[in-house]
């Protein structure tokens, strides 16, 4: 069965910094997907990326990239220059597909102190 | 993308009472919904697969007969939780599977549960 461990339960950093939320996943299938969200605390998941096992290209997205490195089954997320804004609790999750169920993480707090 | 709704957005009932969560899909048809249920400050956790015109699949540990699913409709999944009780307060949220333009899934904003 697939599963998905993150490991930092809180992290607090000041505006600015950059920070880095690692996940790291199990699963036995050679075809899978990989997903992170955000939630802020008004409680909805925002969607920030899906990727394909086949595709391990690392990913920019304004402050945001992503580190996909089958080799250690992770699937880290960091944030540069972080903003007041990108406090929030962020899932790392896992599908067989990329509309099949998800398992999530267990969440990472973020907290940014201006 | 796709929007998902869910309603009612916060609902407070007293123990014993049956409370009914909506899922809709509004611009596209979903032959599969999932429940989910997060407890505060806990992760998601996948209550049950819900399938258009057949019985949900629950996942281990979920009581059926207490949480009951029905999709009736390619746009409409229920969740009743029945006779809830304090420990079944919790946010729950409903995803919804799009095949077009491409296959992939739609979280609702999530239903907040209070039982008294």
Redesign the interface.
Known sequence: AQKVTQAQTEISVVEKEDVTLDCVYETRDTTYYLFW?KQPP????V?LI?RNSFDEQNEISGRYSWNFQKSTSSFNFTITASQVVDSAVY?CAH?Y???????????TRLSIRP | GAVVSQHPSRVICKSGTSVKIECRSLDFQATTMFWYRQFPKQSLMLMATSNEGSKATYEQGVEKDKFLINHASLTLSTLTVTSAHPEDSSFYICSARATLPRDEQFFGPGTRLTVL
């Open positions: 969200y008004s409680g909805e998941l969607f899906r899932f599908g597909s990329s509309a099949s169920k998800i398992i999530f993480g267990s969440g």
